[in-house]
């Protein structure tokens, strides 16, 4: 949709990313309000597709190994710690990691970030901040 062709710069990847690799999980959509969709939470009028599970790590850590630093959004609904826990090697690869993500659906995500190797940047809006591994300049 945005003019990159598959192999380029963009890759699309039909999966869902989280903690595990190769397991099969549910992604509840809402038609209501399409972008509180995911697999944290379900009602009985979601729509429910099952999908391939992967990790960050597995997915992309290849890719990262060439990057100077990596930035990264994650914004899945409630499942943002099962989605760093599975990007640990991106984390520790050494590279600079600049991370938004979208804490207040899951306020643990907060306790987790301040015990994970990323250090606090700043907060912009109510519904993200910012976070590093790169060193302080």
Not at 96 to 106: K, S
Request: with cysteine.
């Amino acid at each position: 949709m945005n003019g990159h062709e598959e192999g380029g710069r963009v890759k699309l990847f039909n999966c869902a990313v989280g903690q595990q690799v190769d397991e099969r999980v549910q992604i509840f959509f809402d038609p209501t309000a399409p972008g509180s969709s995911g697999a944290a939470h379900s009602n009985a009028t979601n729509k429910q597709i099952e999908v391939e599970g992967q990790t960050l790590d597995k997915l992309v850590f290849d890719q990262v190994e060439t990057c100077d630093d990596v930035i990264m959004k994650i914004d899945v609904e409630g499942m943002e710690i099962a989605v760093l826990k599975g990007a640990e090697r991106i984390l520790a690869s050494g590279r600079g990691v600049y991370l938004m993500i979208e804490d207040f659906v899951e306020p643990a995500i907060l306790t987790y970030l301040e015990s994970s190797p990323l250090r606090f940047l700043a907060k912009r809006t109510d519904y993200n901040s910012w976070w590093t591994t790169a060193p302080e300049t």
